[in-house]
């Protein structure tokens, strides 16, 4: 399969969507059934054993069921109003590399769901694999296994295989940072570690008229004080991500001085001792701005994710074989989860980023350069000849 195929592939499972016009493609959705039959498809035209997991895990094998086996694969579902290559371009990139013949057995896996967007749960795919989905997902997703077709006592059967030996994943870096260096790949040596959090601002509802500026408990200008203070800390130190996204006002009217405000944080870095910190200072400028207008604050902690270091080996692996595909080598880490973050805990894992043409991703804008594909590709191939060897 040539780079144009795959770009080719990936845009006709475009039109695998749950609303027209728009690539919106949920956990076990209806267009999920074709993407299942177009790649399964592709997978039996090589000669791989296909299955569907409990899960909803497309899964393809090539080679002997009982060999040492690399995993390769990424997620088939998407957010709402989506690109074309996120997720799914990993998958095909696997079964182009499989169309190679490999000495190797890999193992092709297109994961059900890793966005989170039918359930609000994220990595209900490869969470099956890892066996770590905990009962009130299981109790969430249920009816929408029985209804795809599949039955959920089968999931202890979508465990990982005792004989994996190592996931690799492709992924398009869903960020700038590779297109401003102006290289095509990036070598993922950590996924993130992240805290959500939740902060309500409590002042006094009043006539926006009659209460003068200095009796005002505006909870609204405290919060917006502190997004600005945050702003500012994130961006003195290295590596360091702070975002307010959501902002819910009460009681928003255009004439009242807003009395609450509940505010999303969402703070991430490679450290987790970095970002323990972080969350530390950002919470006590929020106390600060709060207390200078009189204004009460409460917080709720929603998310505690660590970082999660990717296997040592693996990574230089994937490094020797993108210098070795002629390309320079760029180590990095993933501000996005991944379903690698899942897998890596129970087996060594790695990552290969491409570039991103203008930084772009979850928009119909996303794309990819067919350079940087071919390089990609090479890369993976000169990673598994390397996988053939160590595993002969």
Known sequence: MTEIEIIQVCLELANCTEEPGRITRTFLSPPMHDVHRILGDRMRALGMQVSVDAAGNLRGLHGNPDSPRLLIGSHLDTVPDAGAFDGILGVIMGIALVATKPAVAIEVIGFSDEEGVRFGVPFIGSRALA?????????????????????????????????????????????????????????????????????????????????????????????????VAAETIAASNDGLVATTGKLSVSPNVANVIAGTVRASLDVRHASDSVRHDAVRTLLEAAAAAADRRGIGLKRETLLDQPAVPLDTALIESLERAVKEAGCPVNRMSSGAGHDAMILARHLPSAMLFLRSPGGISHHPAESISPADLAAAMDAGRRFIAEMESAHA
């Open 131 to 227: 066996g770590t989905l905990d009962d009130d997902t299981l109790t969430l997703c249920d009816q929408a296994i029985r209804d795809y077709g599949l039955d959920p006592a089968d999931l202890p059967n979508a465990r990982l295989a005792p004989n994996a030996i190592g996931y690799l994943e492709f992924h398009i870096e869903q960020g700038p940072i590779l297109d401003k260096a102006a290289m095509p790949l990036g070598v993922v040596d950590t996924i993130v570690g992240q805290s959500r959090l939740s902060l309500t601002f409590e002042g006094q509802a009043n006539h926006a008229g009659t209460t003068p500026m200095n009796l005002r408990r505006d909870a609204l200008v405290a919060a917006a004080e502190w997004i």
